[in-house]
């Protein structure tokens, strides 16, 4: 919980420096590129948790690895990896991904189904909830057999539960009672 805020905190600090800097772009850029390549190899994260390695061993790596980057987001990840929080950058670059979408008006929305939705189904769904939202919907479908039938939509905290399975569950509560 407090790795969370924590890398909520530089995440945040990461955005304003780059909106004052004026090139938000290049650094949600760098930081996407950053956070693949932590999801994709074990080694590199191996690198990112190893106290063996010195710090300023691990900001000439990353220099190396990833030289095409900002100058701001070498400075940044210099910064975090002197500070002894390399460990969070993963972390912090999922956190930085969520603050640039809601500073962008993105709101990152899931349908999950039983079957994939046809095109029409699809398009209704969004619909009503564009309806009730400010901003763009990116829109992230997911297949999930155990729901029967139906779908459930999430939205941050907010989640729309028309499946059968919950409905069937909901069914079920009510007879035992």
């Known amino acids: 919980m407090r790795n969370t805020k924590v890398a909520a905190r530089y995440a945040k600090a990461l955005l304003e420096l780059a909106l004052e800097q004026k090139n938000l772009d290049s ?44 100058k701001t987001t070498h400075d940044f990840l210099a910064l975090v990896t002197n500070s002894k929080r390399e460990a969070l950058l993963g972390d912090i670059a999922l956190a930085f991904d969520g603050l640039v979408k809601e500073y962008k008006g993105i709101v990152p929305v899931t349908i999950t189904s039983a079957v994939a939705l046809d095109a029409s189904t699809k398009d209704a769904i969004i619909a009503k909830v564009q309806a009730s939202v400010e901003g763009t919907l990116e829109v992230e479908e997911k297949i999930d057999e155990s729901l029967i039938g139906g779908f459930v939509v999430r939205m941050g905290d907010f989640r729309i539960d028309a499946s059968v399975v919950s409905q069937l569950n909901n069914l079920k509560q009510r007879l035992t009672r």
Request: charged fraction near 25%; avoid cysteine; aromatic fraction near 12%.
């Open 27 to 70: 650094v949600v850029g760098d930081m996407e590129v950053f956070s693949a390549t932590v999801q994709s190899s074990h080694d590199f994260e191996l690198l990112l948790l190893s106290p063996v390695v010195k710090a300023d061993k691990k900001i000439e790596i990353f220099q190396k690895v990833f030289e095409a980057f900002e």
